[in-house]
């Protein structure tokens, strides 16, 4: 009895906490302590495959991975809101000046361009279900887009720098 009580509750605990790698990780004030995930019962050192803390100092962004053309594509369309904390980071395979439009995007986003070394070179606010295009004013490899407004109400500006690790695959 004591043995099914105790699977009993080991597997509600389960449920309930989110799955590995899905949480951001709090920003811990000593760089060399590994970010805790919430609900967890020890430390996650890398994000669910398929996503990517994307850190701009005190804040985290947890973020879906679009690598592929197809995933690229796609992005955010379909999507009634973007979360705080949470978005879409655009890899590509070069570095070069980037175009985004939102057809078929119903929360309106910001997006911040990024080069190679992960310093966002340009951002730009997009409003839901508009064509036009928003191309980056300098080359850039990566794009994260988020929540409209979530940029500026986290003071992250030009020449920021992010640091990002990516989920194993």
Not at 13 to 27: H, K, T, V
Not at 40 to 45: E, K, L, N, T, V
Not at 55 to 71: K, Y
Not at 133 to 148: G, I, Y
Request: hydrophobic residues 45%; glycine residues 8%.
């Amino acid at each position: 009895m004591a043995g099914t009580t105790l699977a009993l509750a080991i597997l509600a605990l389960g449920a309930c906490a989110p799955a590995e790698g899905d949480s951001a990780p709090s920003r811990p004030s000593d760089p060399g302590i590994t970010p805790q995930v919430a609900g967890a019962a020890r430390p996650a050192s890398r994000p669910a495959p398929g996503r990517a803390w994307v850190i701009f100092g005190a804040d985290t962004v947890l973020a879906e991975v679009a690598r592929t053309p197809e995933e690229r594509t796609q992005g955010l369309m379909y999507r009634q809101e973007v979360p705080d904390g949470t978005g879409m980071l655009f890899v590509f395979d070069d570095n070069e000046v980037r175009s985004f439009w939102m057809q078929n995007t119903y929360a309106a986003l910001d997006i911040a361009f990024l080069d190679p070394a992960f310093t966002v070179v340009d951002i730009q606010q997009m409003e839901p279900l508009t064509t036009d295009p928003h191309q980056s004013t300098a080359p850039a490899m990566f794009a994260l887009e988020v929540r409209k407004g979530w940029l500026a109400e986290h003071g992250i500006e030009l020449g920021a720098r992010a640091e990002v690790v990516f989920g194993l695959q």
